[in-house]
Each structure stands twice: as C-alpha cells, then as structure tokens.
C-alpha cells in the first residue's frame, strides 16, 4: 500500500501444502497489519448474475475496469469503510479457491526505473480480491488470471498475493508496474513472507511450479538488471537488500521458520539468504501456523515483553503487534466436499490477544455483529470485542497473561470439537439443507466464543480495580 513500511500496511504470510501438513490440508494465512484502530467485517457476497457487466471504480485511484457479468459467490473481510478502497484482503469462492491478498512489499529503484509502478491508475490491494476471487476456478488460473490483468491495467504497488485450492498452494508476486512472477509452494514444504520479495530461483523451462509475466527475461536481460551470469534469482534482482529489510522484514521470516524447523537454530535473524521454500522437522498442525501469526519472538531476547534488554526487546518488528486488524487461516481439507473441509479461521485485532474462530466455506451468512463497527469503539462490534480484550490484556500483561491463555486454549478445543462434529453431520445431507445447517451452526459458535470473551473481559475490569494508583493498602488492625 506505501513505500513506506514503517508507516502503513505491512504483513505477514504463511503458505503450506498438502503433504507438509498433518491432516493433507493446504494452507494459506495472512496477518493484515495497517492502524491500531480501523475495524475490519466479515461477509458473504451471493452468487449474482449482471444483465450488463459492472463497472469497478477504485475509491483509491483512477483504476477502474469492466467485470465479468456472472460473479461468484465468495467471502471476504473488507474494511469498515469503502471511501479509502474496498481491501476485501480474503476469503473463498464457491468454486473452491481460496485467496489472501496482499502481503506488502518493495521493489528496488533500479527496476522501478524501467518498469514504474502505476500509483495514479493502476491496480493496487484494495481492489485484488474484489476483482480477481470470485471469477477463479482453481489457484493456478487465479495467478494467470491476476496475471493478465497486471499486464494489461499496471500495478499500483509492489504486492504478494496467496492462492489455494485442494491440491495446490501458490504465491505470486507483483513486482513493478507490468512483471510478476509466481511459484507453487511444493507439496512437501511451507514457506513464511514478510514484506519482502521473497521468491528466488525461477526455472523458466518448468511450467508446471513456476510462471511469469510475458517477456520478463527480455526486461531484465536489455535493461542489464541480472548480475549473475547463469541463474535468474528473482529476490536479487527484483527486491531491496537494505537495513530496513535487516530490522523489519527477515526477523520475522526467521522465526516462523525456527518455529517451523528447530534445525534452522543457527540461522542469523537478520540474514539476507534466508530461504523462501523450507521443509518443517515434523509435520504441521493449524495450531503451528496460529503460532507463527501470534508470535512475537517468544523464547527470546527479542520478545517485547520478555526480559530481555530494551534494546534486544525492541529491535525487531513482531509478527503481531498492536495494528493488526484481522487475521486469517484458510484451510482446505481434500478429503472432504469443499462446503466443510474449506475453513476460513478468523482471527480479528490483534492476533496474539484474539481467537481464530472457524467459518465454513458452504456458509452463506456471518453473524450481524461482524458486519459493523466504525473507527470508533462500538460494544456490538466482534471486532471492538476483541480489540477491548487486548487493551484489558495490555495493561497487565504480566498478571492477565496466563488469563489469556487459558481461554485461548479452551476455544481452541471447543472449535476443534466443533469443527468435527459438525462435518460428520454434514456428510448426509444435501446441498440446500447443508448451507443452512452450516450456517446456523457458524452463528452458534461465534456467538459461543464472545460469550466466554465477554466473561474474561468482565473479569479482567474486576481485577483491574485492584491496581489503581489510588490503591491504598490499609493496615488491617487499623
């Protein structure tokens, strides 16, 4: 969204495939990071047929463009105000795909001068899900289709884009104003991304894991862009290598992929080599990748809120922090019909003080109250809900802390018990009956968790009583 991270949108993404995963799932998760205070909703837009094709006109820019007449139906979780851009950011469509869009990044000025970004008109993240998710039919046509689209109207911003369906996962990057390359993440390996180009070597003869913009050898050999005689790296000759990166980008990769692969332990945090592609020590559980996008260097002299140094403590830029606005996991289980086994686990404000909540991908409906709230605190709105817990949390780490936790891990069952539970009754029953089933079941289990965090959040303000600086502790014989 800016070339500025250190004021604007910055993320963090995490990508899996099937066999890498305990349970044959594909993954693909995203932190959206952007202000401490600008809410997020959750809906569902219809299957809906045009008698003309609509228009889409960015509130951001000048981009606008005609969109196919049959639109899908997809979800997504836009912001709580169009007047600065839609940023429907993720979700999934009927079709069985799902989408995160975008993880923020940079490209370097050498590149940028022969092929500019298109800041005035050109495509940006507000408009990526919105024009691209519900018109795809699997994850690799939506980076063809993403593709031909940055080709023909530029890209505003240097951007990461996620795709999944049951059987591939990809991530595609958006370099400068025309060329993209893209590379499907292994079955057997797992990548983590932040804010940086992050895609290496690129093997032009092997289509089926790796595609690219047309003519993109042609750019880079007349402008002189490579300087490797026999390799086309596309981090090295796309991306930034400066001090930023070093504080602000790869610390973060670097403990996903600690978290991920123990072995990796001697890897340097702020190491510019650090691989994109990695294969985790055992396989991956969902509760590993809710680790990575919770983190914040735990186990570390980094942790803000360890007992390292202040200098060690804030070095780095966590993986959550403060403005995170949601966060999501979108699971696909191929050994179930799409309608259950996609699972779009929601996690709003800031991902280390929340909850991931499951929605089934077959819903048709969210709940009323993660459809509203404004840039002012609302008590109706989930996502003021959980933004109250993290500043009651936030007051007290220390001693509310472990309150936290213990309600994490309890939800963290309970929706577990209730994903399963609600997939075996599931299997019987026909499509009309199934989305109703699973929608009201959806509505159940999200109101079931604000009921438990309104009750911590009650607790916590009752405690909180008690550490006044007006507190006077009185001699009790007095």
Known sequence: MTTDPFNFSACTSVLAGSKATADGST???????????????????????????????????????????????????????PDFGVFEEDGFNEFGVAMSATESAYANSRVLSYDPLLPENGIGEEAIVTITLPYIHSAREGVSYLGALIEKYGSSETNGVLFSDKKDVWYMEIATGHH????????????????????????????????????????????????????????????????????????????????????????????????????????????????????????????????????????????????????????????????????????????????????????????ENYKIGTDMYDDKSTYWLYKQLGILIDSHYLEFGPLLKDLQKELTSQFNANVKSIQSKSISKNNADLTDFLTKENLKIASDAEIKVKALIGKLITLSTDFSPLNFKTDQNL
Do not use: C
């Open 27 to 81: 993954f693909i998760g995203r932190n959206e990071d952007a202000k401490t205070a600008w809410p997020k909703h959750f809906i569902v837009h219809p299957h809906t047929e045009f008698d003309q094709s609509p228009l889409f006109e960015s509130p951001d820019n000048q981009f606008k463009m005609a969109l196919p007449k049959i639109r899908g139906k997809y979800s997504s979780t836009p912001e709580w105000t």
């Open 180 to 367: 993209w390359v893209a590379q499907r993440i292994p079955d057997d390996s797992y990548a983590v991304v932040a804010n940086q180009l992050a895609i290496q070597e690129i093997d032009f003869t092997d289509s089926t894991n790796f595609m690219f913009s047309t003519g993109i050898q042609e750019f880079v050999t007349d402008n002189h862009l490579n300087n490797q005689r026999d390799s086309f790296n596309f981090r090295n000759i796309f991306g930034t290598h400066d001090q930023s990166d070093a504080i602000y980008s790869t610390p973060r990769v670097w403990y996903g992929q600690l978290l991920l692969t123990p072995s990796s332990e001697t890897q340097d945090p702020m190491s510019m080599d650090l691989p994109f592609i990695r294969q985790a020590d055992n396989l991956i559980q969902l509760e590993d990748l809710e680790q990575i996008l919770g983190s914040h260097y735990q186990g570390t002299q980094y942790d803000p809120i360890g007992s390292g140094s202040t200098q060690d403590k804030h070095k780095f830029r966590p993986v959550s922090l403060a403005k995170t606005q949601e966060s999501h996991i979108l699971q696909i289980n191929p050994a179930l019909p799409f309608e259950i086994g996609g699972i779009h686990w929601l996690s709003m404000g800031v991902t280390a003080q929340s909850v991931y909540v499951p929605f089934f991908a077959g819903i048709t409906d969210t709940p």
